[in-house]
Nanobody, 131 residues
Framework: VQLQASGGGLVQAGGSMRISCVAS????????MHWFRQAPGKEREFVAA????????YYADSVKGRFTISRDNAKNTVYLQMNSLKPEDMAVYYC?????????????????????????WGKGTQVTVSS
């Protein structure tokens, strides 16, 4: 699976942005999809995840209620809608895929929190939030 993220850019604090990740291959619907982010000088961190069928979603506590992950399996695409953006949301955002799904508790482990269990990674897209 090859992943390509897009849609990043500059937004003012309090604004909204949607980023996308398109996957190649015919088995996209079998993959759990994830978003991670990495800010300068910080470790990569989990943002959101969605199960292969889209029925389960998980979020980092820092983005709950502001971000929404969704997917369109017919388009091989996963989205991250980001609302009420804050300067601390500024980072490079990466999409990642796993063959199968994890439970929500997984993302509180060190492996899940920092993406060590992901099977595929895309190149990131920069999200810049001005204050």
């Amino acid at each position: 699976v090859q992943l390509q993220a897009s849609g990043g850019g500059l937004v003012q604090a309090g604004g909204s942005m949607r980023i996308s990740c398109v996957a190649s291959g015919r088995t996209f619907s079998r993959y759990g999809m994830h978003w991670f982010r990495q800010a300068p000088g910080k470790e990569r961190e989990f943002v959101a995840a969605i199960s292969w069928g889209g029925e389960n979603t998980y979020y980092a506590d820092s983005v709950k209620g502001r971000f929404t992950i969704s997917r369109d399996n017919a388009k091989n695409t996963v989205y991250l809608q980001m609302n009420s953006l804050k300067p601390e949301d500024m980072a490079v955002y990466y999409c990642a895929a796993t063959f199968g799904d994890y439970s929500g508790s997984y993302y509180y482990t060190r492996e899940g929190m920092h993406g060590y269990g992901m099977d595929y990674w895309g190149k990131g897209t920069q999200v810049t939030v001005s204050s």
